[in-house]
């Protein structure tokens, strides 16, 4: 089981970034795939997240309207959608897969990772 996110960067405060997260040596179905993010100093935070199952999603709080989570079946891959970006979104984000929805946001249940993408935004 492997996880590689992309897509990180520099963009301006409103603007949009889609991070993709490409499945390796396993299909999507039948697994939870959540972002997270890490900013220097803090813990690591559960941005959102979709129960392939029935693509059920979930979206923490500080970005739920702004963020969007889509999956593309043939190429295993899960993207975030993430528009008007501000400031405090600045962070390395990573994904990782489990195989239930449950506590989707409790990073210490997650056995597989991918690398960190850094996303940041700045004027």
């Known amino acids: 089981v492997q996880l590689q996110a992309s897509g990180g960067g520099l963009v301006q405060p409103g603007g949009s970034l889609r991070l993709s997260c490409v499945a390796s040596?396993?299909?999507?179905?039948?697994?939870?795939i959540t972002w997270f993010r890490q900013a220097p100093g803090k813990e690591r935070e559960g941005v959102a997240s979709?129960?392939?199952?029935?693509?059920?999603?979930y979206y923490g709080a500080s970005v739920a309207g702004r963020f969007t989570l889509s999956r593309d079946n043939d190429k295993d891959t899960v993207y975030l959608q993430m528009n008007n970006l501000r400031p405090e979104d600045t962070a390395v984000y990573y994904c990782?897969?489990?195989?239930?929805?449950?506590?989707?946001?409790?990073?210490?249940?997650?056995?597989?990772w991918g690398q960190g993408t850094q996303v940041t935004v700045s004027s």
């Open positions: 990782a897969s489990k195989h239930t929805p449950y506590k989707w946001s409790t990073a210490k249940l997650y056995n597989d």
């Open positions: 040596g396993f299909t999507l179905n039948y697994y939870t």
């Open positions: 979709i129960w392939t199952n029935d693509d059920s999603t």
